[in-house]
């Protein structure tokens, strides 16, 4: 079994807890839920009909970030062109891989410590997206 999908648009991490300071409860940043919620949705969307799978899960992710139109040189974009040049802005690798497993918990697997294989890249393109792939192996 195998789940492939995108999703298009500004990527954001997952973004720390936080602590009402009256009540003392922590709680998840809404921006974090709202980026949750669209991964989910450009799921369902692709896969109505989905069902978690059960054994040892590989995820690949790869993130592609915009070219910076400005403070770049002529060097630095070929570079870039090349693929010799990564992005090394926010957010961080580690935050990507974490919104996109939390979103997919109970969904494409059910629960996240099935996940035995990962693969992330940051890299450059046209179009800012994020590309999941989700397979059984």
Request: net charge positive; glycine share 4%; hydrophobic share 35%.
């Amino acid at each position: 079994m195998m789940y492939e999908f995108e999703v298009i648009g500004d990527i954001k991490g997952k973004a720390r807890p936080r602590v009402n300071t009256y009540t003392g409860q922590a709680y998840t940043p809404s921006n974090t839920k709202d980026y949750e919620m669209l991964i989910k949705q450009y799921f369902k969307i692709k896969y109505p009909k989905y069902e978690p799978m059960q054994g040892r899960v590989f995820v690949k992710i790869i993130a592609y970030f915009k070219i910076p139109k400005s403070n770049i040189t002529k060097k630095e974009k070929q570079q870039i062109l090349d693929g010799k040049l990564s992005p090394t802005k926010k957010p961080d690798i580690d935050n990507i891989v974490k919104i996109i497993l939390d979103a997919m918990n109970k969904m494409a697997f059910n629960d996240d410590n099935q996940i035995t294989k990962l693969e992330i890249e940051k890299i450059y393109s046209e179009e800012e997206k994020i590309y999941v792939r989700i397979e059984e192996y």
